[in-house]
């Protein structure tokens, strides 16, 4: 079994894609991203401490599409609607990490 996820499995998800994601909206149709949008919820649907520090909007979006609820796959079908919430979820990760960092 895999350890509950952690700030660290983010960065290091949103880095696999290189140094800044703001591409993601120049290139809408790139299926990196949308596996980028995959891997981001199914972290965000994991049990753990630092999934709970999360704004809840990410996880219930992740739950929800993950479970195949209609609604929620059908908006998240616009790649720029996946790329609004990774952007979000990314500029989310960065300041954590960088609070982190004041702290450590």
Excluded: C
């Amino acid at each position: 079994m895999s350890s509950p996820p952690t700030l660290d499995d983010y960065v290091r998800l949103f880095a696999a894609y290189g140094e800044d994601i703001s591409s993601v909206y120049l290139k809408p149709s790139d299926t990196r991203y949308e596996l980028l949008f995959e891997q981001a919820a199914r972290l965000l649907v994991q049990p753990s401490k630092f999934n709970q520090s999360l704004p809840k909007p990410f996880r219930v979006t992740a739950h929800n599409y993950l479970a195949g609820d209609e609604k929620t796959v059908r908006h998240m079908n616009y790649p720029e609607n996946r790329h609004f919430m990774l952007s979000d979820l990314y500029d989310f990760i960065v300041l954590k990490a960088a609070q982190q960092k004041r702290i450590r």
